[in-house]
């Protein structure tokens, strides 16, 4: 291969040789599953565009100008639209890959041979995307209470109404949960858990687990929920989330948990469908169609546009609970970040953003 040194093996130059190298070496076994298969796609992309634009992929013509034209390239078209066009990856998630990139030839530095990266780095004068400013999300209070006048009332909207049904005892579809749906929606209000970490819990993380002493105790918690960067910590529950948790596990759950091998989650499918998973646990992306029907339903019945919330996700009730957990603690950094899992500056103001009716109050009379 020209330009390599004489006796040196062709693979020495190959980028896609070094980054099955690293994947193997430093990140396999390492990291978790997940975070793995977000690398391994995250540095393909990097060695795809180098091969396109090259027409090879060698790891000495890896430049500064390489490395600048992929951010850009990802900034303004790195994402496809459902019809398949090319659109604008998130400056965050462009950053992302911008980690991920340099971490590789961070390694490589360190274990290439002599010479190699006659240039050094080609990362290292590569700078991320500016982030935009942190946008609230947080609901207006008055759009919490409708919310919850919502979810009080939710087996009403899951009755069948056929006119078979006329006349008979309500009785809700085959597949609905509305103690459940109802228990998910308080407890992201009341906790602030990620839709990952809600899914993620099990039965014996709630301490007290029995329906009736759930009921009675003002201390009732959620023990080792596990967070993002492995962290692990202690969720305590409201009032609202201990009646609506008690209620589901009484009234709910055996039924799904019975039909279920080794049913350990919390928050169960129903069993009547057929495609759920052998143990029952709730998939992550459930939560955002339980959390977005409930948000549906809201507007629908909700005259005063003020108060419709448009999609409704559950990423929206984790800033409504920062919010409000902040207020209510006097600001208190501690106890922010011991209750939301996240000790980054960045994420702990965007979190406790007012929401808009709130920040305009703020200027109504300057």
């Known amino acids: 291969m020209v330009g390599l040194p004489e006796r040196r093996d062709p693979a020495d130059d190959s980028l896609s040789v070094w980054t099955e190298r690293y994947l193997d070496l430093a990140v396999r076994g390492v990291r978790s599953a997940k975070v793995t298969a977000k690398i ?4 393909r992309r990097f060695g795809a565009w180098i091969t396109g634009g090259l027409g090879h992929d060698r790891l ?3 430049t500064v100008r390489e490395v600048s034209a992929w951010r850009d390239h990802l900034a303004a078209a790195g994402n496809r639209g459902r019809d398949g066009t090319a659109a ?10 911008l980690a991920h990139l340099s971490a590789l030839f961070s390694w490589i530095s360190a274990h290439a041979p002599e010479g190699l990266l006659r240039h050094g780095d080609p990362t290292k004068q590569v700078a991320s995307l500016p982030l935009p400013a942190p946008q609230p999300r947080a609901l207006a209070a008055a759009q919490v209470r409708t919310v919850k006048n919502v979810v009080d009332r939710i087996e009403t909207f899951h009755e069948l109404k056929g006119r078979r049904h006329r006349g008979t005892a309500a009785r809700a579809h085959a597949h609905a949960r509305p103690l459940r749906d109802r228990a998910i929606v ?13 899914v993620g819990l099990d039965l014996d993380q709630l301490q007290p687990a029995d329906p009736g002493r759930l009921r009675q105790a003002k201390k009732a918690r ?13 969720v305590f529950l409201g009032r609202d989330a201990r009646q609506a948790l008690a209620d589901y596990l009484q009234q709910e759950r055996p039924g799904d948990a019975a039909a279920s091998t080794g049913a350990t989650a919390l928050l169960l499918s129903a069993a009547s469908i057929a495609a759920r998973r052998p143990d029952g646990r709730l998939s992550a992306r459930s939560i955002n169609t339980i959390v977005g029907e409930i948000g549906r339903l809201h ?5 005063d546009p003020e108060r419709r919330l ?3 996700r559950p990423h929206d009730a984790r800033h409504t609970f920062a919010y409000a957990l902040s207020q209510t603690s006097g ?6 970040e011991r209750r939301l899992g996240h000790a980054n500056d960045r994420y702990l103001r965007l979190y406790t953003n007012p929401p808009d009716d709130i920040a305009a109050s703020y200027v109504e009379d300057l």
């Open 60 to 62: 000495s013509a890896v």
């Open 40 to 43: 391994s796609r995250h540095l």
């Open 299 to 303: 507007d629908a019945q909700m005259a």
């Open 331 to 336: 600001h208190n950094r501690a106890e922010l």
């Open 310 to 312: 448009g999609t409704l």
């Open 222 to 234: 959620l023990t080792g929920v596990r967070g993002k960067g492995r962290t692990s910590r202690t």
């Open 186 to 198: 308080y407890l992201l209000f009341g906790t602030g858990l990620r839709r990952a970490e809600l």
């Open 88 to 97: 604008p990856m998130a400056a965050a998630t462009v950053n992302n890959h």
